[in-house]
């Protein structure tokens, strides 16, 4: 796009001077940035990157792009990308390569050649491309490169995958967001009256869009008329070629993103001849071996004017041209959109297939799904037992990308198919699909009832490999049941039979499963058994079971309140996920370590992990209940609104997964009760979950309800060994004690509430004062209502003045680390002068280098002092 | 969305101070967290000693995004109450005509989703 009048771009200097900055920091410093530059359609994201790219001599670009395919090509544009690169990188990219693997070798050669990096369009990209992008994140800082990633942002909705994404990155200085502005009313007056056009007009119908401008300079007669809109002025531009031109126009216009020349000549009868013409009318560009639009708009408004009956004769034309060239098998995918725009199912079937595999070979799981769907749309004459193959492929593809219902839906087909074709393993196997899928979709009355179901048909089979895997997923289920023994039971058989067969799967699975319910009957065994579970997986190289094991030893420690070691195990099983292709683990998990966060009293941690679980669209309902939890609580200590929006959703889910679930779901609730003032509501939100509780062996859980419970007035004896330790002294009365335990395992909130329930005045005032410090001011309050009940006087209420005196709202704690900062001390220095461990500095730092709005520790202490902050030592 | 009401009683010691912040909170929700909050209108609140407090509307999905917003542009936040409705009084200066029964000029509820 060349939106100027003297040869360069109009008003774009502020995000080319950020973007040559990045430049001087990867060639310089060998430090690399993944800048996003995102704005609406039309607003000069290509221009911007051309102009960026080629503003520095020995300084070359890899360029890859997105297309509006409705299904597009799996990590589309980093093969783009890999293909100019050539060499190693390239043949890895011709086999099928994962998102991990393409990644890793990029950044290889990328620190070897020395080149910037154009990702364009992924509002448009597949999932494997996502996956690919959030590795690139984690690691462009080591890389001496800029990757610069386009998108548009109009009409990108909340729950669109790239937003996801977007949300997930973390604030650094290696990742950079520009959005591009529309031209001002000024740009816009300069360029109409160099072409005789009324501005005002002119700026009010393009609203300053740069792409719509150009479109409607190009086409405007002198003093003409300004078109409604932007595709009015693309078509009244296009209206004055003539038909030859227009028809080539529609030929390209049908093969997003750009047509390749030889593939045009092949389309073609005599409209090749017409190319100078448009390429001089500047509606085509052409670089060389392909044709394209100059822009998308103008691509799809011609799309969408060309006649039905010609739009099907040119995707005909083109899927014969694109099938007898087919040496490359990327072309599955384009193949598949032609075949269905041209209606030939046939050709539908096959290509879609076909793409659908080795999108799931490459871990776009989402296209593969979509591409199994295309297959089955047009493949209704198909075999059975094809069209249960390809059901049974669509249904695990959706099930990996959190599609529930699409997945159940898909399975149910392929049951009922392998029923009809009388194939028992298949079916049986189906079943035990469906139990999953129902137990991800939060219906625990299905998933038991299929779990049964599979066993008892696989039961009348020569046992296998599927009956290992029913047994264990019963085992399970019989755990969210919280059927102790008889999960250990059917465990028991699943581990001796996938043992005897060789199942690795469903032994790692069952072994879990089994050490978990051991755990919960306080089995002295329980522990061994997961360790062996997580050496098996790796050594077979089971990732979704690693990653599970992984999990496991995170929730056992967590249950047990040992965050430091909970902490840990969850962080590594991040980290192991992240480098692996499992992009959807971590979000599953992060409702756990929003507890952990939750209950170490990082609170804003707590609500950001907690939130990256509710606002995932698609999220299985068994995980959304632990978020739920977290924010109902957060909201309630704090005094936010919406506490029963969340915790009332949470007890709907957890009723219908099954009893495992409630007794988080009934402290949470009763605390809410409890700092909502209504005690006399308590036992009902807990009858049933301290049934439960009684019967198996944690202290913790069971602790916590009956502390609940005391603190509404519930008088009930309570066993001190029953209870793990710092209940058992809150419940005896020694108020202190409990506190002291809290303050050593590391929950500041739970200290504060057993301090402030202590008779001993100064001990309760203590309590209050943790509690303001913690920002719980509905919890302040309620104790203080309490605490003046009883004759305790002068209660200090409200916003401490160190926090609500510093313009950045830094906490006393942000301040200290600042006013050392300020010295010139480093983390570890810091972490020594205040007893912090250098992980919580490095937590305090990052948080003032964001609430200062600057990127070093040197800005941060100047920033400082431009605001006044004071920065001597507090204390 | 959902429309939220957050006070910031004493926030900042000057109108000079609250300015700065005005624009840092304008540029966080412009740049760092794009569509999660979206700010409506505040009543400056005339404190002691020249300080600068703020009654302010917001926009959001949910109170936990009008933390994560003031925390990232560094504004305090006493209180976040969930807005049920608007009542605009035929009094009001900034009523944009019309009337209702009973003096009130316009009633609107926050449209849930945006």
């Known amino acids: 796009m060349t939106i100027s009048s003297a040869g360069e771009l109009l008003e774009r200097s502020e995000p080319l001077a950020v973007l040559a900055e990045r430049l001087d920091a990867a060639q310089r410093a060998d430090r690399g940035t993944l800048v996003f530059l995102s704005g609406e359609a039309g607003i000069g994201k290509t221009a911007l990157a051309r102009a960026w790219s080629t503003s520095r001599p020995g300084i070359s670009a890899l360029w890859g792009a997105c297309e509006a395919l409705e299904t597009p090509r799996p990590l589309g544009p980093l093969v783009d990308v890999a293909e100019q690169a050539a060499g190693e990188l390239a043949r890895l990219a011709a086999g099928d390569p994962s998102p991990a693997a393409l990644v890793r070798a990029l950044a290889i050669e990328l620190r070897r050649r020395r080149t910037l990096v154009v990702l364009e369009d992924l509002h448009w990209a597949d999932g ?6 959030r590795l690139l994140a984690r690691r462009v800082e080591g890389v001496p490169t800029v990757v610069l990633a386009t998108y548009r942002d109009d009409g990108l909705e909340r ?8 949300g997930e990155l973390p604030i650094a200085p290696s990742i950079v967001r520009l959005r591009l502005q529309p031209l001002s009313l000024a740009a816009v007056q300069q360029l109409a009256e160099e072409r005789g056009i009324e501005p005002g007009n002119l700026y009010r119908r393009t609203r300053g869009n740069p792409f719509f401008v150009t479109e409607v300079l190009a086409a ?95 995707h005909r034309r083109a899927l014969s041209a694109l099938s007898a060239a087919a040496d490359r098998r990327s072309d599955a995918a384009r193949l598949a959109h032609h075949a269905e725009a041209a209606g030939d199912s046939e050709a539908v079937v096959r290509y879609a297939r076909l793409a659908g595999e080795r999108a799931a070979a490459m871990r776009a799981h989402r296209e593969a799904a979509a591409q199994f769907a295309r297959a089955l749309r047009s493949g209704s004459g198909l075999p059975a037992d094809q069209r249960a193959s390809l059901f049974e492929s669509r249904s695990y593809e959706c099930y990996l990308t959190d599609q529930v219902e699409e997945a ?12 009809e074709l009388h194939d028992p393993l298949r079916a049986g196997d189906g079943h035990r699909w469906l139990s999953l899928l129902a137990w991800m979709a939060g219906d625990n009355h299905s998933a038991q009832a299929e779990a049964r179901r599979a066993v008892e048909l696989l039961e009348r089979e020569p046992a296998g490999p599927e009956l290992a895997t029913a047994y264990s997923n019963l085992a399970v289920m019989r755990l969210f049941a919280y059927d102790i023994s008889g999960t250990l039971e059917l465990g028991a058989r699943a581990i001796e039979l996938a043992d005897r067969v060789g199942e690795l799967r469903a032994l790692t699975d069952a072994l879990m499963t089994v050490d978990t319910a051991e755990l919960m009957a306080g089995s002295p065994a329980a522990g061994a058994r997961l360790q062996r579970a997580l050496e098996l997986a790796l050594e077979a190289g089971l990732e979704e079971q690693v990653a599970r094991a992984r999990t496991n030893l995170g929730l056992t420690a967590l249950a047990v309140r040992d965050y430091k070691l909970a902490d840990r195990q969850l962080a590594a099983c991040v980290e192991y996920c992240s480098e692996r292709d499992l992009g959807t ?27 990256t679980v509710l606002e995932h669209p698609r999220i299985a309902a068994p995980f959304r209940i632990t978020a739920l939890v977290v924010i109902g609580r957060l909201r309630a200590r704090r005094g936010d609104p919406d506490v029963w929006a969340s915790l009332d959703e949470a007890l709907e889910l957890a009723r219908n997964a099954g009893e495992l679930e409630l007794a988080p779901v009934a402290a949470a609730r009763a605390e809410a009760r409890w700092l909502g003032g209504e005690t006399a509501a308590i036992a009902d939100e807990t009858d049933a979950a301290v049934a439960c509780a009684r019967a198996h062996a944690d202290t913790w859980i069971r602790g916590e309800l009956l502390v609940w419970r005391r603190r509404a007035g519930i008088d009930e004896v309570v066993e001190p060994t029953a209870v793990a330790a710092p209940f058992a002294h809150e419940l005896g009365g020694d108020y202190r004690a409990a506190a002291a335990l809290w303050e050593g395992i590391g929950c500041p909130y739970e200290a504060a509430i057993a301090r402030a329930g ?62 050392l900062i300020a010295e010139g001390l480093r983390n570890s220095e810091i972490a020594a002068r205040l007893f912090l461990s250098e992980k919580t500095v490095d937590h305090h730092v990052s948080s003032v280098l964001r609430k200062l709005g600057v990127s070093s520790r040197t800005k941060a202490a100047t920033e400082a002092t431009r605001l006044s902050i004071p920065t001597h030592s507090q204390r | 969305m959902k429309e939220y009401g957050i006070l910031r009683r004493r926030g900042w010691r000057s109108y000079t101070d609250l300015a700065a912040a005005l624009e840092r909170a304008d540029r966080v929700a412009r740049d760092q967290i794009p569509g999660d909050v979206r700010w409506i209108r505040s009543y400056l609140l005339d404190e002691d000693r020249g300080e600068a407090g703020t009654f302010c509307i917001y926009r959001a999905f949910s109170p936990e995004a009008i933390r994560r917003h003031a925390a990232r542009a560094g504004l305090p936040v006493e209180e976040i109450i969930a807005v049920a409705g608007t009542l605009i009084s035929s009094h009001d200066p900034q009523n944009p005509g019309g009337w209702l029964p009973g003096g009130v000029a316009q009633a609107t509820q926050p449209t849930k989703e945006e």
């Open chain 1, 220 to 314: 405007a007669e002198r003093g003409g008329v300004v078109p409604e809109t932007v595709r009015d002025a693309v078509l009244a531009r296009a209206a004055r070629l003539d038909a030859v031109g227009r028809r080539l126009l529609d030929m390209v216009a049908i093969v997003p993103p750009r047509a390749e020349l030889w593939l045009v000549e092949a389309m073609a009868d005599d409209e090749l001849n017409s190319l100078e013409s448009c390429l001089a009318s500047g509606m085509l560009e052409d670089d060389g071996s392909t044709v394209g639009f100059r822009h998308e708009i103008a691509r799809v408004a011609i799309e969408n004017a060309v006649p039905p009956e010609v739009r099907v004769t040119l």
């Open chain 1, 585 to 611: 683990w971590p979000l599953y998990i992060a409702g756990w370590r929003a507890r952990s966060q939750l209950e170490q009293g990082h609170w804003d941690a707590a609500a950001e992990l907690a939130t």
């Open chain 1, 128 to 133: 494997a491309t996502l996956d690919a992008l």
């Open chain 1, 159 to 166: 729950t669109h995958p790239l937003r996801v994404l977007l």
């Open chain 1, 758 to 819: 202590s008779p001993d005045a100064r001990t309760a005032r203590a309590g209050l004062a943790a509690l303001q410090e913690l920002g719980a001011r509905r919890a302040a309050a309620r104790v203080a209502r309490t605490l003046r009940h009883r004759g305790i006087r002068d209660l200090q209420l409200g916003p401490r003045k160190a926090t609500s005196h510093n313009p950045a709202g830094l906490t006393a704690r942000e301040l200290d680390v600042l006013a």
């Open chain 1, 408 to 419: 159940i839906a898909a399975r149910r087909e392929a049951v009922r198919l392998r029923h």
